[in-house]
Antibody, heavy 115, light 107 residues
Framework: QVQLKESGPGLVQPSQTLSLTCTVSGFSLTSYHVSWVRQPPGKGLEWMGVIWTGGSTAYNSLLKSRLSISRDISKSQVFLKMNSLQTEDTATYYC?????????WGQGTLVTVSS | EIVLTQSPTTMAASPGEKVTITCRASSSVSYMHWYQQKPGASPKPWIYDTSKLASGVPNRFSGSGSGTSYSLTISSMETEDTATYYCQQWSSNSPITFGSGTKLEIK
C-alpha cells in the first residue's frame, strides 16, 4: 500500500528555515520520483520541486534560490528545506509520488509563518 | 513556463446536467492531468494522460483535448462531484504547472 506522510513544524518564524520530511512506504525512492507541492490557504496548487529516482533534483524557478530537496533512501524519507521564509509561504505542504503526474499524495502539513 | 488558464473559475450545475471545464495552455503540451480536491482534503488524481480515468473515478467523467486546449467533462452531474478541479501539465521544456482551479457546485 502506497503511503506518503509529511511531518514538520506547524509554525515557523519569518526569515527562518523550514524543514519538512516526507516518509514514504509501499515503494522505493529509487523507483519513483517524489515532488513537493504547496497550497496557500484558499488558493491553488504550486509545484515546488522534485527529486528524481537517480537523486538529481529540479526546482520551481521562483523558489530555486531558497529551496533544497534531498533524500535518505534507507529511511524512505524525502526532505524539503526552504530558507528565508515569509508570511506568503504560509501553506499546506504536500509530498506526492511522481515527477510528471501525481498518482499518490500525502495528507499535507500546514505550515504557518508568523512571529 | 507554460501557463494554464482554467474556465470557468466557478460554476454551479444541476443534478443530471452535463458539465465541461476547460484548460488552455500558453504553449502546446502533450498531455493534461486533472485532480479533484474537496475542502480539507488532499488533491486526488482524477484524469491522467488527457483521457485516462484514475482508479475509482466514475465513468461519467471523461477527458479530452490536444495541443493547447483540454477539457474535463461530466456527462451527468451528481452531488458528490462538488469539488475544485485542477489541471496540470508537465513538459520537457517547462516546469510542472497547475491551473488555478475550477470550483464546481451543485444547484
Amino acid at each position: 500500500q502506497v503511503q506518503l506522510k509529511e511531518s514538520g513544524p506547524g509554525l515557523v518564524q519569518p526569515s527562518q528555515t523550514l524543514s519538512l520530511t516526507c516518509t514514504v512506504s509501499g515503494f522505493s525512492l529509487t523507483s519513483y520520483h517524489v515532488s513537493w507541492v504547496r497550497q496557500p490557504p484558499g488558493k491553488g496548487l504550486e509545484w515546488m520541486g522534485v527529486i528524481w529516482t537517480g537523486g538529481s533534483t529540479a526546482y520551481n524557478s521562483l523558489l530555486k534560490s531558497r529551496l533544497s530537496i534531498s533524500r535518505d533512501i534507507s529511511k524512505s524519507q524525502v526532505f524539503l528545506k526552504m530558507n528565508s521564509l515569509q508570511t506568503e509561504d504560509t501553506a499546506t505542504y504536500y509530498c506526492a509520488r511522481g515527477g510528471g503526474w501525481f498518482a499518490y499524495w500525502g495528507q499535507g502539513t500546514l505550515v504557518t509563518v508568523s512571529s | 513556463e507554460i501557463v494554464l488558464t482554467q474556465s470557468p473559475t466557478t460554476m454551479a450545475a444541476s443534478p443530471g446536467e452535463k458539465v465541461t471545464i476547460t484548460c488552455r495552455a500558453s504553449s502546446s503540451v502533450s498531455y493534461m492531468h486533472w485532480y479533484q480536491q474537496k475542502p480539507g482534503a488532499s488533491p486526488k488524481p482524477w484524469i491522467y494522460d488527457t483521457s485516462k480515468l484514475a482508479s475509482g473515478v466514475p465513468n461519467r467523467f471523461s477527458g479530452s483535448g490536444s495541443g493547447t486546449s483540454y477539457s474535463l467533462t461530466i456527462s451527468s452531474m451528481e452531488t458528490e462531484d462538488t469539488a475544485t478541479y485542477y489541471c496540470q501539465q508537465w513538459s520537457s521544456n517547462s516546469p510542472i504547472t497547475f491551473g488555478s482551479g475550477t470550483k464546481l457546485e451543485i444547484k
